[in-house]
Nanobody
Framework: VRLVESGGGLVQPGGSLRLSCAAS????????MSWYRQAPGKERELVAI????????NYADSVKGRFTASRDNAKNTVYLEMSSLKSEDTAVYYC??????????WGQGTQVIVSS
């Protein structure tokens, strides 16, 4: 099983980034996909969830209206479009695949730094 995030980097406040997570080694379209983030000194927090069919998403209040999560089951990839970025969005962003309560897989994370 592999989850490989990409697209992180340094961006100015108000800017945008698109994160991607390429999945392999499991039946991607059977898993709900999530994005989490962890800022220095803070606990990991849930950012967004996309259901297995991609028909529904849910977001943390702190990112609603600014972030959009989506998935392409044909490409085994999940995305996180981030706009109007703020300094408090600085964190390592992780991709997560979940199947019920019995199977959870994590990516290695990609760093996002929002700074002028």
């Amino acid at each position: 099983v592999r989850l490989v995030e990409s697209g992180g980097g340094l961006v100015q406040p108000g800017g945008s980034l698109r994160l991607s997570c390429a999945a392999s080694g499991f039946t991607f379209n059977s898993y709900a996909m999530s994005w989490y983030r962890q800022a220095p000194g803070k606990e990991r927090e849930l950012v967004a969830i996309v259901t297995s069919a991609g028909g529904a998403t849910n977001y943390a209040d702190s990112v609603k209206g600014r972030f959009t999560a989506s998935r392409d089951n044909a490409k085994n990839t999940v995305y996180l479009e981030m706009s109007s970025l703020k300094s408090e969005d600085t964190a390592v962003y992780y991709c997560c695949a979940k199947w019920g309560i019995s199977r959870t897989y994590w990516g290695q994370g990609t760093q996002v730094i929002v700074s002028s």
